[in-house]
């Protein structure tokens, strides 16, 4: 049993450390509650669905004695449709003597404050860790559930039912149950009173719905950092410091101005509670505390001195091997949607627990809390409980030889880390072995053209790193992929190649791939556009989606740039126009990495102001909905944020802190008759002042037919103060003259807790980049042709064709000559490779004679037809081309004509 007397007390509190708490749920007075139900129970809620799914191995690796990080694929199917989501696993061998578990609390360990986990993670020294418990985002960051780090209870189960944990045994026994704290103080005349908890935020208890923090009474530790115990607790406290067993201070219907001491606590009580400390705690009497776990499954007191560590969670998933039915109502973190996942649970046997993750980003899809029990279940994992989730979703781990940790995988908001109240860490206390292993640390993937360098890596018998950055090594390369140019490697031409590191009569090797023109899926330059002004700069990064659906940076001396219809270069990514000829309204910038080419349009005024507001009629206004339950204002203001007086921004505000629905704060511009954005961009920018919200930022826009058409500005508001933000317009889907309506934010029930219900943004700087056909004048025409005849109709007047449309398996082919010559462009033809690449206005394609796969705008596409050649003449399948350069084809079955627009 837990106790707070005498020296004992002493050691104790010595060791207390803070657990934060981390948490897609916010915890609400009418939080739901589902009875426990065992995977052979026939009562409760079903968290299985028929749905077919298979859990596959990818790879491994492994981290230190005792622990390894599993990959997995798991594919289930949604709707019809097949869905893929990466898992990963860290196993833990719990007989491993040199390896351990623990909690991981906030900064410096203690509760009230909040850390990455990749920051927990250095603090402690941990070689691996994910997210933790669930918390109230609202509060100042601490566990719903209890925290046992390094033997000693951080804070106490809070009184919420279907509430599991995870703990290990200081033998190494792990077990996920269900907990109450009980426990009582004890004056020096034997009166007793009973404590309500350690180290708790205030929340509503259940099943009676009371505040936790009234006519109650709680032990406050040196592990809670904050002077206030706690916030928003709506009591007045009493106070007493207790050291040694001894009352030290009483502050009476007030809190002490201090935090508790190392070797000491502070008791806070309030009504019932703080009378009795009145009557039985003043300066200088005796004082103790005990308390004990009661386990809700068993009914049994459970000692907390048993236990080396404990981390909360949620619902159980996994009990006895199978899916269990929900023990607490999952609506509030989001269990039906397909969301990132952090779990914990154990092997039959109890040697191994399981630490997971699933991941929601641009090459995962999420899982459904039934769709992860399914996967768990499939990896052979006995019993398991769900920790917090979603945005608070992330691993980390010390790749093999490494010295420091690395993001696993991306989290639900890419690489940033959110700021939690706990974690759970793997710890390794290994003593310094004998050297295993030597390995190469460098990159695996290189661009052609592009340098890189690798060191020596070691690691000993335990698998943990030794340093090695004295070794002598003589590097090479296994063949002419890589070159070694006596300082770095360089990447010569596409292919596959070893580099290789040997030290005396040591060898090592990593296998290299030089990334090649058949490699790429899309090759694209992430810039809005280029104006065509003498003495203009414009950075243009260079990207490529490989075809194993990963994007990553062509580095700038791996790229040519080719620039027509101007003069200047592109010197270290950035293109400098030196020369523009008289009366040019449009030249092209083309990068080209081995081969596969994409290009960018340099226009005349490629970028307009699109609305600044500083001289602005527009009066926005404010809607809301639902309405009654979303309020807020829109205004033009000026002074705003750093800004002039005379530099005015669109101000939204916003309170979506009544009920739980999706919720819209609309700023209305213009009265809803919307901002002219004289035609179609490809692309604009805004400079938006963000509150942090972590709410999703959207617009609205139509067209002349009212038509509308919703588009993302920001899935995350995730960053504070003034941001220029570029929105590619390019997927919208619209044509013609396109208004601006509205700009909202958007804050969705699934996932609620995880974002502000209150906030405030501005709007400033609409600048929209139009494409090159709107910059430019290009012809307009109208053509008919007929399969077989060399006569077409332009505009109503006949023309002679060299050569006349022929028709093969129902697709009608034309030289590219009959396209361009009446609506404008160029063609080349490379005789050597039989490519033939068009270009007009802001589109560009490549085709191959016998080719089915061609390139548009440097994206590799699949086509059911290719070009051929007929008599020395390349002719082009009709429609694929003039619908890739933006025109319409019109088929009339009848007379085998065809209409060109």
């Given amino acids: 049993m837990g106790n707070t007397k005498g020296a004992r007390r002493k050691s104790r509190c010595s060791k207390w450390v803070v657990m934060l708490i981390t948490g897609t749920m916010l915890l609400t007075p009418g939080y739901g509650f589902t009875p426990v139900v065992h995977a052979d129970g026939e009562n409760g809620k079903s968290a299985t669905s028929t749905a077919a799914s298979r859990l596959t191995k990818t790879s491994e690796e492994i981290i230190t004695s005792g622990a390894r990080l599993i990959h997995y694929q798991f594919t289930t199917t949604r709707s019809g449709k097949s869905a893929t989501a990466k898992l990963n696993v860290i196993e833990a061998d719990l007989s491993n003597p040199y390896l351990k578990l623990d909690t991981m609390t906030g900064k410096s360990g203690q509760l009230t404050t909040r850390q990455s986990v990749s920051g927990m993670v250095k603090d402690t020294g941990a070689v691996a860790g994910v997210n933790g418990d669930y918390y109230n985002t609202g509060l100042e960051g601490v566990p719903l559930g209890g925290a046992i780090a390094g033997g000693t209870m951080v804070s106490s189960p809070s009184a919420l039912k279907g509430m599991y944990a995870f703990a290990v045994t200081k033998d190494g026994k792990p077990s996920i149950d269900e907990y109450r704290f009980e426990g009582y103080v004890q004056g020096e005349d034997s009166s007793t ?25 709680y032990i406050y530790t040196s592990a809670w950092k904050n002077q206030e115990r706690p916030s928003k607790s709506s009591t007045t406290p009493t106070e007493v410091l207790v050291r040694n067993g001894v009352v030290e201070q009483l502050a009476e219907m007030s809190s002490l101005p201090m935090t508790a001491p190392e070797d000491g606590y502070i008791l806070r009580g309030h009504g019932k509670a703080a009378e009795y400390m009145r009557q039985h705690m003043q300066v200088g009497m005796l004082v103790s505390a005990k308390y004990h776990l009661n386990s809700q499954t068993t009914g049994q007191q459970v000692d907390p001195d048993q236990f080396q560590m404990m981390i909360g969670g949620h619902t159980l998933l996994v009990e006895n091997g199978k899916a269990s039915g929900f023990t607490r109502d999952t609506d509030s973190i989001s269990g039906s949607s397909a969301r990132a996942r952090t779990a914990v649970g154990y092997s039959k046997d109890g040697r191994y627990a399981y630490i997971i993750t699933v991941e929601k980003n641009d090459s995962s899809v999420g899982l459904t809390l039934s769709e992860m029990q399914k996967a768990l279940v499939q990896a052979n994992i006995w019993k398991a409980v769900n920790l917090d989730g979603g945005g608070s979703t992330t691993m980390v781990h010390r790749p093999l030889a490494e010295t420091s940790t690395i993001l696993s995988h991306d989290t639900e908001t890419g690489s940033t880390q959110r700021s939690i109240v706990n974690g759970l860490g793997i710890f390794t206390t290994a003593p310094k072995g004998e050297v295993k292993g030597m390995m190469l640390a460098g990159s695996e993937k290189l661009f052609i053209g592009q340098e890189a360098s690798y060191t020596m890596k070691a690691y000993d018998q335990y698998y943990n790193p ?13 063949n002419g992929v890589l070159a070694w140019n006596g300082t770095s490697f360089v990447a010569k031409k596409s292919g596959t190649a070893q580099v290789v590191a040997k030290s005396g009569a040591a060898k090592t090797t990593k296998d290299v791939e030089v990334i090649g023109a058949n490699s790429l899926d899309e090759l694209y330059i992430a810039a809005s556009g280029a104006p065509l002004v003498a003495g ?39 293109l400098h126009v030196t020369k523009v000829p008289d009366g040019a309204q449009i030249g092209y910038a083309f990068a080209n990495y081995d081969g596969f080419k994409t290009m960018i349009p340099v226009t005349v005024g490629a970028e307009k102001l699109i609305e600044d507001f500083n001289k602005s009629t527009l009066s926005p206004s404010f809607a809301g909905l639902p309405k009654e339950s979303t309020f807020g204002t829109a205004s033009i203001v000026g002074n705003y944020e750093g800004r002039s007086g005379s530099d005015k921004v669109v101000k939204l505000t916003y309170d979506m802190s009544k009920g739980a629905a999706n919720k819209f704060a609309y700023a209305i511009l213009n009265g809803g008759t919307g901002v002219p954005l004289g035609g179609t961009p490809t692309s604009m920018k805004i400079d938006v002042y963000g509150d942090n919200s972590m709410n999703w930022l959207r617009a609205k826009f139509t067209d002349e037919n009212g038509k509308e058409y919703l588009h993302d500005v920001s899935k995350y508001i995730d960053w504070s103060g003034w941001k220029t933000l570029d929105i590619d317009m390019s997927s919208i889907g619209a044509s013609g003259n396109l208004k601006l309506e509205r700009l909202y934010v958007v804050n969705l029930q699934d996932g609620q ?49 060299d050569v006349a449309p ?42 191959v004679v016998d080719a089915k796969e061609f390139i548009s705008n440097g994206k590799r596409n699949k086509s059911e037809v290719a070009p051929l050649l007929r008599s020395n003449r390349t002719l082009v399948p009709l429609r694929l081309v003039s619908e890739q350069l933006g025109l319409v084809i019109n088929w009339d079955i009848k007379s085998k004509s065809i209409t060109i627009r």
């Fill in 466 to 478: 030794i340093d090695a950055s004295n070794t002598n090594v003589n590097w090479s390369s296994s």
């Fill in 806 to 847: 022929i028709m093969l398996n129902n697709t009608t082919y034309v030289p590219v000559k009959v396209i361009l010559d009446e609506f404008g462009g160029k063609s080349t033809w490379n005789s050597a490779s039989k490519k033939v690449t068009v270009l007009r206005g802001d589109r560009y394609i490549e085709l």
């Fill in 193 to 217: 009173f009973p404590l309500a908890g350690i180290n708790k935020a205030t929340y509503m208890t259940e099943p009676d719905k009371k505040y936790s923090h009234m006519d109650t009474m």
């Fill in 753 to 801: 807790d995880e974002r502000a219900a209150t906030g405030e943004i501005a709007f400033d700087n609409i600048r929209a980049h139009m494409p090159a056909g709107s910059s430019i004048s290009l012809p307009n025409a109208d053509v008919k042709l007929k399969v077989n005849s060399k006569t077409a109709s332009v505009n109503g007047k006949d023309k002679k064709l």
């Fill in 536 to 574: 203009s700069a414009v950075t243009l990064p260079v990207k490529a989606k490989l075809k194993d659906g990963t994007t990553v940076n062509v580095p700038k001396a791996s790229v040519t740039w080719e620039l027509q219809g101007f003069s200047g270069n592109v010197k270290d990514g950035v």
